[in-house]
């Protein structure tokens, strides 16, 4: 990097702490340092969530999709759309009736604590899991753009963004989100005029994409095998976000973090529109970059757009997009911390020991915040370990693991307003037998190869369905279960 672009990352750091320094000014209780006093914006949550949701690999990897094929992944976020609209009227009520923590409090009142327990440990293990792998794959454009080694890459991200986590806690995480995702798509915005201009403007490269079909938008191609279909994208995107954004801790804590269910539903569906508009920048920078001959048929997708800030931004603005990579993974980073200390202290910690003393838990919390920052950045150091050589494939491996829980958690709440005959151990038998054979469907292409030939249909398919079929799983499963429990009496 150039002096000048040191210059632009090392004050992107500073300000970083200064801000976390700034939002902890007033904390008192575990309520304001997990929820941020319930009293932030609609629209500062309504960017920490898109944020949240955008990893260093998203910003990286969407323009080698652009580059490579054409504008089909656009039908999962349209997906995502339809999922939170269901969130937002259906799930969202309950957690503003009365004075809930995390995700999972309200699980305890309908199925009892053991499956709040349960399910919040699930929480926690695969989010870990996930991000622990989100922060060691940024880490890899990163050292590509600054010439870092990936242990510092990865060491550099997690003290400063651990740092202003545990001072300023969950208000300190969403303005940060907030500055972190104008930078990076100011970069992607950049990126964009860049390769306009070198493909010759907008209309040439437009038009050429055009003619070589890149503009395509939507597939109605009936398949459960190829990702990204009208059908697969509209049903497994709604679904894995009513998920991710109705059940996962990670983006629920935001939600309660707002004024009031009204401002709570803004955020989400706003969040849902931006989203949609994000992944358009970011897939058309990868087609612009196809159309000025920077995207060369040996170079791999997700180098694309890395190698297009080297070699063509200037001086200060490659120092903006390397800021802009960093911004993205330290959202994981910091958002993860903060989720998981929130939902160790209140579904785990409290729910055991009874402590509700709030100036205690946020002591708690803080001590929570630090062992689990520490935890994620030796984790993802770890993955960087496991990824030398040929080994690669566990990281795929891992992040295929974190992402097909969300079927369980999201049965788990459609059971809670379901027949009142279903119980607490009803659900837990549903979900371990979800994560079970979600856990085979991971497995599937190598138990094939091992001579478990009838599981090739599980390894074929494309993984928008993953959420659809874990959900189907723990709702029929955990129905079965109180059937037949009632049935001998």
């Not at 004050?11 to 209780?29: C, E, N, T």
């Not at 200390?341 to 003393?357: I, M, V």
Request: aromatic residues 10%.
């Amino acid at each position: 990097m150039s002096l000048a672009d040191i210059i632009v990352v090392a004050a992107y750091f500073l300000a970083m702490l200064a801000l976390g320094m700034w939002v902890s000014r007033g904390q008192k209780s575990s309520s304001d340092y997990f929820l941020g006093a319930r009293n932030l914006p609609a629209w500062s949550v309504l960017l920490s969530i898109v944020a949240t949701e955008t990893s260093a690999v998203t910003v990286i990897s969407t323009p080698g999709i652009g580059a490579r094929g054409d504008l089909t992944f656009l039908q999962l976020p349209i997906g995502y759309l339809i999922g939170r609209l269901g969130v937002a009227w259906w799930l969202l009520p309950g957690y503003f009736r009365g004075e809930q923590d995390t995700a999972y409090a309200r699980l305890e009142a309908r199925f009892g604590g053991a499956t709040r327990r349960t399910l919040s440990m699930v929480f926690l293990v695969t989010r870990f899991l996930g991000d622990g792998v989100r922060i060691f794959a940024g880490a890899i454009p990163l050292a590509l753009l600054t010439g870092w080694s990936i242990p510092a890459s990865i060491v550099g991200m997690g003290v400063v963004t651990l740092a202003y986590t545990y001072v300023g806690g969950i208000k300190a995480v969403i303005w940060a989100d907030v500055v972190q995702l104008a930078i990076y798509v100011t970069g992607g915005i950049v990126a964009l005029f860049l390769a306009f201009d070198l493909a010759g403007g907008a209309s040439v490269a437009l038009a050429a994409a055009s003619e070589a079909g890149k503009l395509r938008v939507f597939d109605f191609t009936p398949s459960l095998t190829i990702p990204y279909t009208f059908l697969g994208g509209l049903l497994g995107g709604a679904l894995l976000s009513a998920a991710s954004h109705g059940t996962d801790h990670l983006i629920v804590q935001r939600l309660l973090a707002t004024r009031s269910l009204a401002d709570a539903r803004r955020a989400l569906v706003g969040s849902g529109v931006m989203v949609i508009l994000q992944f358009l920048l970011f897939l058309l920078v990868g087609t612009a970059i196809w159309a000025a001959g920077r995207a060369p048929e040996g170079m791999a997708g997700d180098q694309i757009f890395s190698r297009f800030v080297i070699d063509i931004f200037p001086t200060g603005l490659s120092g903006l997009v390397i800021a802009g990579i960093l911004a993205a993974a330290m959202s994981t980073l910091s958002s993860s911390i903060s989720a998981l200390a929130s939902s160790l202290t209140h579904d785990l910690y409290s729910s055991w020991t009874g402590e509700r003393d709030p100036v205690r838990l946020l002591r708690v919390g803080r001590v929570v915040s630090l062992g689990w920052g520490l935890a994620l950045v030796l984790g993802a150091l770890g993955f960087h370990s496991l990824a030398s050589g040929n080994d690669t494939p566990v990281v795929v491996l891992a992040l295929s693991i974190a992402s097909v829980t969300y079927g369980a958690l999201l049965g788990a709440y459609i059971l809670s307003g379901a027949d009142q005959r279903i119980t607490g151990p009803d659900v837990i038998r549903g979900a371990v037998v979800t994560l079970t054979v979600m856990l085979v469907t991971i497995f599937a292409a190598r138990l094939v190869a091992a001579g478990f030939e009838f599981l090739s249909p599980l390894g074929r398919l494309a993984w928008p369905w993953y959420v659809p079929m874990g959900t189907a799983i723990t709702v029929i499963v955990a129905w079965l279960s109180s059937r037949l429990r009632r049935a001998p009496a």
